[in-house]
């Protein structure tokens, strides 16, 4: 079955700093990804979304590309912040299966230290 | 607009009681989701509607948890009896639905369960 892979956390920066989060996935086709975010005390938000091959999703600052070939897409900003501190998880959705149910990896605990 | 509202927020009950779950999707969304939150884990889906009718319920533990949307908005989420291992956030997500390959999924702020 389809299943998303992240690096686990928690990850600690300092204020400024380049932020990487590893994304791998497996599934059949061509599934589109996707980066929700939770911030303390609040509900999922979509961050971004790529939906074909190359595709560079970007929103706030973050940005990922869907690489085909290595089956990954990874978050990356450039300049983290205190408010940047949540859970970041990647997901997927197969169109081949019914619905759209998405699949999530476990999730990132992102920390900015100011 | 009004977001996906949920309730209540926190339960706390005593393994084998029963317990419920709400939830009210975005006005005119008529695809809504149940996810499983375990501390720790990524949501799994429970299971998903469209409109009133099933789609996916394929990891939904069917001998516990049911399911309904009976008018095809609000949507009960019922565990009887309750396990040990169902302490988790219970979250709801809802979209536009139809035949486009993706619409945007937008989460409920979840129900905390312990089971003690």
């Known amino acids: 079955g389809d299943s998303v892979t992240q690096m686990e956390g928690p990850v600690t920066l300092s204020e400024e700093a380049f932020l990487t989060i590893n994304c791998t996935y497996t599934?059949?086709?061509?599934?589109?990804l996707f980066w929700y975010v939770q911030y303390p005390g609040e509900g999922l938000q979509l961050l971004l979304k790529?939906?074909?091959?190359?595709d560079k999703g970007s929103n706030k600052g973050f940005e990922a590309t869907y690489r085909k070939e290595t089956t990954s897409f990874h978050l990356e900003k450039g300049s983290v912040q205190v408010s940047d501190s949540a859970v970041y998880f990647c997901?997927?959705?197969?169109?081949?299966?019914?619905?759209?149910?998405?699949?999530f990896g476990g999730g990132t605990r992102l920390m900015v230290k100011p | 607009e009004a977001g996906v509202a949920q309730s209540p927020r926190y339960k706390i009950i005593e393994k084998r009681q029963s317990v419920a779950f709400w939830c009210n999707p975005i006005?005119?969304?008529?695809?809504l989701y149940w996810y499983q939150q375990i501390l720790g884990q990524g949501p799994k889906l429970l299971i998903q509607?469209?409109?009133?009718?099933?789609?996916?319920d394929s990891q939904l533990p069917k001998d516990r948890f049911s399911a309904e949307r009976l008018k095809g908005v609000d949507s009960t989420l019922k565990i009887q009896p309750a396990k040990l291992e169902d302490s988790a956030v219970y979250l709801c997500?809802?979209?536009?639905?139809?035949?486009?390959?993706?619409?945007?999924?937008?989460f409920g702020p979840g129900t905390r369960l312990t089971v003690l």
């Open positions: 997901a997927l959705i197969n169109p081949n299966n019914a619905g759209n149910m998405l699949t």
């Open positions: 509607f469209q409109n009133n009718g099933v789609v996916d």
């Open positions: 006005s005119g969304h008529a695809t």
């Open positions: 599934a059949t086709g061509y599934p589109s």
């Open positions: 790529a939906t074909k091959a190359d």
């Open positions: 997500a809802s979209s536009q639905g139809g035949t486009v390959s993706y619409n945007e999924q937008f």
